[in-house]
T-cell receptor, first 111, second 112 residues
Framework: EDQVTQSPEALRLQEGESSSLNCSYTVSGLRGLFWYRQDPGKGPEFLFTLYSAGEEKEKERLKATLTKKESFLHITAPKPEDSATYLC????????????FGKGTHLIIQP | DAGVIQSPRHEVTEMGQEVTLRCKPISGHDYLFWYRQTMMRGLELLIYFNNNVPIDDSGMPEDRFSAKMPNASFSTLKIQPSEPRDSAVYFCASMDSHYEQYFGPGTRLTVT
């Protein structure tokens, strides 16, 4: 059974204070690891897909990296508008074929 | 493309009533997923379809839940009879060939 664990559960940063969110996973044959951003009252918004260890993706202040056991979402010089819940999910193609999500990291950026 | 469309956005009903949630996936996406999100359990997969055919419904809580996809552009999730513990946000998502899933805005269901 696929498992995804995200840490920390919540993170409060000052504007401009860089940090990283962790996503540890256990899957039988990774087809993809996904990062989503979810704002209150909205559906998860797709950010990145990582397919293999060593891969990196960047978008504005966000950078996602992947190893064989975990992924990191690095946030550089964050702004208040980066405040959201960040969800990590894996897709293995086995079993239910749906995404297996972590519980998310609730990120707050204080001005 | 307008993205994944869900309706209604909010539904308040009394215990025992039938509830129907609707979803229009992104055109061209062959897979459609129904998820449920609660504070306690996070996002959970309920059922998914491939080319309108249900593939795995092992996540459906019990027989009170049913889902259909009569064509490539429409799916429904029905709860009959509804119970207070069904209160949650229900998301529909469709997937492209890169395994990337795009979510709708969700339906917030409250059963009193």
């Amino acid at each position: 059974e696929d498992q995804v664990t995200q840490s920390p559960e919540a993170l409060r940063l000052q504007e401009g204070e860089s940090s990283s969110l962790n996503c540890s996973y256990t899957v039988s044959g990774l087809r993809g690891l996904f990062w989503y951003r979810q704002d209150p009252g909205k559906g998860p918004e797709f950010l990145f897909t990582l397919y293999s260890a060593g891969e990196e993706k960047e978008k504005e202040r966000l950078k996602a990296t992947l190893t064989k056991k975990e992924s990191f979402l690095h946030i550089t010089a964050p702004k208040p508008e980066d405040s959201a819940t960040y969800l990590c999910a894996v897709y293995s193609g086995g079993g239910a074929d749906g995404l297996t999500f972590g519980k998310g990291t609730h990120l707050i950026i204080q001005p | 493309d307008a993205g994944v469309i869900q309706s209604p956005r909010h539904e308040v009903t009394e215990m025992g009533q039938e509830v129907t949630l609707r979803c229009k996936p992104i055109s061209g996406h062959d897979y459609l997923f129904w998820y449920r999100q609660t504070m306690m359990r996070g996002l959970e997969l309920l059922i998914y379809f491939n080319n309108n055919v249900p593939i795995d419904d092992s996540g459906m809580p019990e027989d009170r839940f049913s889902a259909k996809m009569p064509n490539a552009s429409f799916s429904t999730l029905k709860i009959q009879p509804s119970e207070p513990r069904d209160s949650a946000v229900y998301f529909c998502a469709s997937m492209d060939s890169h395994y990337e899933q795009y979510f709708g805005p969700g339906t917030r269901l409250t059963v009193t």
